[in-house]
């Protein structure tokens, strides 16, 4: 185990882990539809499947974020969240895509193709040297 600032790699992680948890984490979990509005969505009267979704997938970015702040710290699973970041990362392209696509998502959702293309490219840039 060594301390957060010890590698590239591990200020990456911190850096993602900590902005997951302040842009999607805590926001989605606590303040799904005003967190969903500020994205442009339209909101209908309904809203409880909304809010229920918004806080069940902003408990899901509390937990990568916080994994991700951990991993920071130890080595030894480095690797492995960065495979698991890259997942997550690649198959969110692929929703904003078909989104997209569909023509059924706000076009703020379809700027967050590159914003999750992007974080493809710095995971694979900070990507962790194993030791042989």
């Not at 993602?16 to 009267?45: H, N």
């Not at 080595?75 to 059924?104: E, S």
């Not at 914003?115 to 995971?123: A, D, H, I, M, S």
Request: proline residues 5%; charged residues 10%.
């Amino acid at each position: 185990m060594i301390g957060i600032w010890g590698s590239y790699s591990s200020q990456f992680l911190f850096v993602i882990g900590t902005s997951t948890l302040v842009i999607f984490g805590v926001p989605m979990a606590i303040w799904p539809i005003q967190w969903a509005k500020t994205l442009r969505w339209d909101i209908p009267e309904q809203t409880d499947l909304a809010v229920y979704y918004g806080r069940c997938l902003g408990c899901v970015a509390f937990v990568v974020g916080t994994f991700g702040v951990l991993a920071a710290m130890n080595t030894a699973v480095q690797v492995f969240y960065f495979q698991f970041l890259l997942a997550c990362w690649i198959l969110m392209v692929i929703v904003h895509v078909y989104g997209a696509v569909k023509k059924i998502q706000p076009i703020t959702e379809t700027y967050e193709i590159g914003f999750w293309f992007g974080l493809v490219l710095l995971t694979l840039s900070f990507w962790p040297n194993v030791p042989a």
